[in-house]
């Protein structure tokens, strides 16, 4: 199995361009997460899905947006990059179960200039 | 609100010393799951542990071991005989629902 996939792994964008971080996962799991990882400041929820069509705010969702139009693929939109938004970016994916961990995929590093 | 405080920023130790990476959690729920995850050099997260609220045992696996209370709300890692292997960025996270909160991780460094 190959898990949680992101592509890509590496993308530089100028100021004001537009981007789309893709996610996949082949393990059935009905929640799915976007993080972002700044130096120090620890991995912050961007936004999350509990299912197909179901999305929800985390902590900082302004400056991206995300579908969920099947199960496997949560995709991260980015509009509009801004400087701000260089990070790297995570996915993740876990089962209902209340315990379960989260299954991460390998990042995305972004650097807007 | 949910909140985890992992106030150690970087530690430092020489091999074979034992380190304790601590961690502080703040939730109003009675039911909710604490967790620590690894971050190598490499950069991909690997869960470690995870912990009910209401299951205070300590745990043991091999050189690692947590230990768990909700008196202090607190869920710290020990690392026996540390390695540089064991160099990295630790987190610690809780959730009580759907969504996994993170503290700012602890970077350790383990030196030969």
């Known amino acids: 199995n190959a898990g949680v996939t992101q592509t890509p792994k590496f993308r530089i964008l100028k100021i004001g361009q537009s981007m789309t971080l893709q996610c996949t996962q082949d393990m059935n799991h009905n929640y799915m997460y976007w993080y972002r990882q700044d130096p120090g400041m620890g991995l912050k929820l961007i936004y999350y899905s509990v299912g197909a069509g179901i999305t929800d705010k985390g902590e900082v969702p302004n400056g991206y947006n995300v579908s969920r139009s099947t199960t496997e693929d949560f995709p991260l939109r980015l509009e509009l990059a801004a400087p701000s938004q260089t990070s790297v970016y995570f996915c993740a994916s876990r089962s209902t179960t209340f315990n379960s961990p989260l299954h991460f995929g390998n990042g995305t590093r972004l650097t807007v200039t | 609100a949910q909140k985890v405080t992992q106030a150690q920023t970087e530690i430092s130790v020489v091999e074979k010393e034992d380190v304790t990476l601590d961690c502080v959690y703040e939730?109003?729920?009675?039911?909710?799951?604490l967790f620590w995850y690894k971050q190598p050099p490499s950069g991909e997260l690997v869960f470690l542990i995870r912990r009910n609220s209401f299951d205070e045992q300590n745990e043991i696996s091999g050189r690692y071991s947590w230990n768990f209370q909700k008196s202090t709300s607190s869920f710290n890692f020990t690392i026996t005989a540390s390695q540089v292997v064991d160099s990295a960025v630790y987190f610690c996270a809780l959730t009580s629902g759907t969504a996994l909160i993170f503290g700012k991780g602890t970077t350790l460094s383990v030196s030969s």
């Open positions: 939730t109003r729920d009675t039911t909710y799951y």
